[in-house]
């Protein structure tokens, strides 16, 4: 296609072959792993194609589709910043050196737009095979899903430049953040306070009546899907894409003028006191009253550079704020607090957390060190003390958001005892134990460099990522069997007895995984420095 032209091409084939760029098994995993998570969004997508034709009135299509887009929208829009990434993007300060246009940029971008929205994609797809299925559906109407997905394609880049510049702030990051997970759980925090069965219908159709016939983006594009839209509803999806366009487009070019270093330069060091400055001194110090040389210092170095890393900042104040906000409503919604998972609230949250907390912590503990990895193979330190530093301070920074948790917990309208507070500290601890020894063995042969002020990124590797989708469940195992012991046996004994066990096979696991992590450091010297030394691309993923 002629728009398409070889600056754009050549990027594009540029960030394919990088992704393709792996070893044969690889590749082969990640395609299979790939395939198995768009199989089922096709499944659904087939559900669809067979469900509309069956829906006999209009009315009811319609409903089923606006509702269908919103959720599409949210889901678009939404999931990156939930799961703290936006696929693929663009390194701008790496292209601005070549004769490529703002325009250009800009065109590359919203394309890339699309990683973040594949699976609303197919099941628009389906959808529309479904519109053309339906009798009363005119041809043409399931055509007007394509202006739709590329209004979600220009927004979604205006939205990751906007939330780019302002996470890269240092105390704004988490009110943004804060400000996301409250808006994500308004809706189930309002179907907590008013549940559904205490509406009544006349007081919910005089609302409704209130509420202005806005042409919102979903329901003109339900509209003309259908084949029931006029000149206003095309007339609006015309000013929708004109202003996804013009936000997407304004923000895009504020990023090429935004310099994230000069942002922090520019910042104002925090002014503290001089007792302040002096406990902050003495936490960083204690690992080092604690425990013997190197190893005390090597924790030491962890903290100092973990708590200033916005990456991890984010995950981390995401654990004790978005797990308990989102998941509090789910659980505590219908059911009014009963049931397994409501009588085990804070051990769920906490696990959770730590899945979160895996991103950064466990799955790439080397990728923060990037060049300055290869000083753990010249200064007179062994790797297992590099490794078991890493793990310490892993561990101790998720026991820290368990404890925070728990204090989030205790001014909600929860009951809780301090068993299970004692039972959260155990569970999450044998977990950790757990993702340390697979984070090892996944940080030694899957290592990748992270820069700890980007806050959209992966921390860790495609394959590794596909890889946590087996080892979380396996993990989870031993955690199952403990809960199954307490409810076969109705006692505490069972429980602590099963996971007593668990701890004896987490250490064995930890303790071989560790020597063989240590081997693939010693045997993949090169492999690693070389990987953990490579620069960021053109595209980020």
Not at 401 to 419: H, K, N, R
Not at 432 to 457: K, V
Not at 498 to 516: E, K, M, P, Q
Request: glycine residues 8%; aromatic residues 12%; positive net charge.
């Amino acid at each position: 296609m002629q728009w398409l032209d070889n600056q754009v091409t050549a990027i594009l084939g540029a960030q394919w072959r990088a992704m393709m760029n792996r070893g044969p098994t690889q590749v082969w995993l990640m395609w299979v792993l790939t395939g198995l998570w768009y199989l089922l969004i096709s499944v659904g997508a087939v559900v669809l194609a067979s469900v509309i034709p069956e829906l006999g009135k209009m009315e009811t299509v319609l409903t089923v589709l606006s509702v269908g887009l919103l959720i599409g929208f949210l889901y678009w829009q939404l999931i990156p910043v939930v799961l703290v990434s936006s696929g693929m993007s663009l390194e701008l300060k790496r292209l601005l050196v070549y004769p490529i246009t703002a325009g250009r940029l800009f065109l590359i971008e919203v394309l890339l737009r699309l990683t973040t929205g594949v699976e609303v994609l197919i099941l628009m797809a389906g959808a529309a095979i479904g519109l053309w299925r339906h009798p009363q559906v005119p041809w043409w109407g399931p055509l007007f899903l394509l202006p739709y997905a590329v209004f979600n394609m220009l927004l979604s880049a205006g939205v990751r430049d906007l939330l780019t510049r302002l996470l890269a702030r240092k105390g704004i990051r988490e009110i943004v953040v804060l400000g996301l997970v409250t808006l994500t759980a308004l809706p189930q925090v309002v179907l907590i306070a008013a549940p559904p069965e205490t509406w009544k219908k006349q007081t919910i159709a005089r609302y409704v009546e209130r509420i202005p016939d806005f042409p919102f983006p979903w329901t003109v594009t339900a509209e003309f899907a259908t084949g029931s839209a006029g000149v206003v509803g095309l007339l609006a999806m015309a000013g929708w894409l004109l202003a996804g366009a013009w936000f997407g487009y304004s923000q895009f070019q504020r990023g090429l003028r935004w310099d994230a270093d000069e942002v922090r330069a520019k910042e104002r060091p925090e002014r503290e006191s001089a007792a302040r400055a002096t406990v902050r001194e003495w936490l960083y110090r204690l690992p080092g009253r604690l425990f013997p040389d190197p190893l005390g210092i090597l924790i030491e170095k962890e903290i100092r550079f973990l708590t200033r890393a916005p990456r991890f900042r984010l995950v981390f104040f995401m654990g004790f704020s978005f797990g308990v906000l989102i998941w509090f409503p789910l659980i505590f919604g219908r059911r009014g607090g009963t049931g397994f998972m409501a009588e085990n609230f804070l051990v769920w949250v906490s696990m959770y957390a730590a899945l979160l907390l895996g991103e950064v912590l466990f799955w790439n503990n080397l990728g923060f060190d990037r060049q300055a990895a290869q000083n753990y193979y010249i200064l007179p330190v062994r790797i297992s003390t590099v490794l078991i530093g890493k793990n310490i301070t892993a561990i101790s920074f998720l026991l820290l958001e368990v404890g925070l948790i728990t204090l989030v917990c205790s001014f909600l309208p929860l009951q809780i005892e301090g068993e299970k507070v004692m039972e959260a500290f155990t569970v999450t601890l044998m977990l950790g134990i757990y993702l340390m020894a697979a984070g090892n063995l996944a940080s030694t042969h899957q290592p990748r460099p992270i820069n700890p002020t980007q806050s959209w990124r992966h921390s860790s590797s495609a394959k590794v990522q596909w890889l946590l989708l087996l080892v979380y469940p396996a993990v989870s195992i031993p955690i199952a069997l403990a809960y199954l012991a307490r409810y076969a046996f109705e006692t505490q004994v069972a429980f602590y007895g099963v996971l007593g066990a668990g701890f004896v096979v987490a250490a064995l696991t930890y303790i071989a995984a560790l020597d063989s992590s240590v081997d693939a450091a010693e045997r993949r010297r090169e492999q690693i420095l070389a990987a953990l030394s490579r620069g960021e691309g053109p595209m980020g993923g």
